[in-house]
């Protein structure tokens, strides 16, 4: 299952008759952080859903390797990609590590409990979210940096070549936001993990991703790396912004310094 | 060391509860099936018991009086099982915690195809009932169902719960419009409405044994994938679930359990709603344990209901369907008290 390339071609899909993606053609660099950038209604949200499979494409396909995903058994796939949703639910009265070992649901056999490889992953996981120590907490007691982290050692259970997240930062302070994408920088780095996420924020993109596509109105309009695509013209074109490129003095990638909208 | 050996403490002390809990149920259980089978409108003595269960021969008055409890005790275990995990199933795909067997609107459902029994074709046999009512709770459901599916994203837990009140409500109108005009009607569908576990006897209990064991079986095939289902609909799907397929499959399921229960007992409330409420705010959102806990529970708290309804009405006896409601409000609203407190601490 190793190093298939996961990628989109042509696709279209969207909600009831309304289409939001008008044929998009996307390959997903294998051991990079990607972030996918556009305004709100450009359709990055449902180009991820379109990957997740939580949206089938009306047309074109997505690929893991020779194969469609819809060809391929759903555990399959869940063996292979991982996804953090923007909203998750927490069943009442759980602990920590039982959550996590949610995650080892793809791997499973019916009615056989958790093996010893499943709690060995579990544990293996937690701490390296740094959370080992919070496996007899509930989760209604943690902070949202904690609880988020908690979401993603579910996620990394399902031990996945390639993570997707959805907006991991949104509702979280900025130090939480560092922290969580430090998280995502280590698990790349030290594990090959293949990351795309969703992202507001344009400077914390910059500074984390190694690639951006860039999305308006349900197509792809750029892609590559920050230094190329965080530029005042492509700004301007996808958000509809003047703005000035400073350097971030730490990661000395683009940083985006917002004039005002253009009307 | 000292994490692995806090760890297992901490292991043991959860399965301490877990065990606690269970033998409690084991004890609940037994003492109210003996007290079911002692106790009641009419005292027996206890040799009464002894040889109506043990001794062949003799049949004397009391013996007999012991023996006609059995059927309902062995129903009432059932029954009290099938509504609690029928409970736990519908919370679970619903993803409301207050939803309950009935939610797909399977004992209006029922109530309807008796009442149109009684008042339209004049019926007054018990086993066509039980057809009746089974019939109306599975087509009731299956509309039900089939309404909830329609529109963008399939069947979704907030539609599953407003096709099935909006159906209930229709239905139930329906009901007294039939009901209300004849005398004779409401005379024969009041007894059959108020939910009683007192007119089982073997030969109904083995119609309804194997739908029910099925049943039962299929909950625990369910469990796991439940507990993944209970991580919302996107990560489910995202762990390989399919979770229309799932929530399909648990909704059939439940509505067989609460049908079997209410084909033969008629609608009995409250024990679906509370016990896997109770169950959850003890061992959390686990349906591995929570489905066995429940009906464990289900089946002691029902027969105890039964007998206290048998005990209080005497000479005649209260339905059980009224006693689980005058025990399960209390209980309801201290469960919901408690759950403010946690909430606010």
Redesign the interface.
Known sequence: MNNKVLKAEKVVAGYRDKEILHGVNVTVPRGKISVILGSNGSGKSTLLKTFCRLLQPSSGSIKLGEQSLSHIPTRQIAQNIGLLPQSTTVPEGIKVSELVSRGRFPYRKLMAPLNAKDYEVVEEVMKFMGILELSDARINQLSGGQRQRVFIALALAQQTDILFLDEPTTYLDISYQVEILELLKKLNEERGTTIVMVLHDINLSSRYADHIFAMKNGNLMYQGAPEKIITQEVIREIYGLESFIIEDPVSHSPFVIPKAAAV | MTTNRD?RY?RSV?NRVLLLMLLAGVLLLLVSIVLSITYGAKQVELTDVISALFGKKQTTYNVNVVRARIPRTVFGILAGAALSMSGVLMQSIT?N?IADPSILGVNTGASLFVVIGISLFHIQSKPVYMLLAFAGALVTAFFVYRIASFG?GGVTPIKLALAGAAVSTALSSMVSALVMPDTSVMTTFRFWQVGSIGGADFEDIRLLLSPMLLGFVLC??LA?KL??L???D??A??????VNRIRGIAALIGVLLCACTTALAGPIGFIGLMIPHLI??F????H?VLLPMSALYGSGVLILSDLIGRILGSPGELESGVMTALIGVPCFVFIIRKAEVQSIG
């Open positions: 760890k901490k959860h993803r915690p963008y625990f095939f796991t507990n993944t209970a991580l919302g996107e990560t799907c995202a762990l390989g679930l399919n959850r705010s061992i959390g959102d686990n591995e």
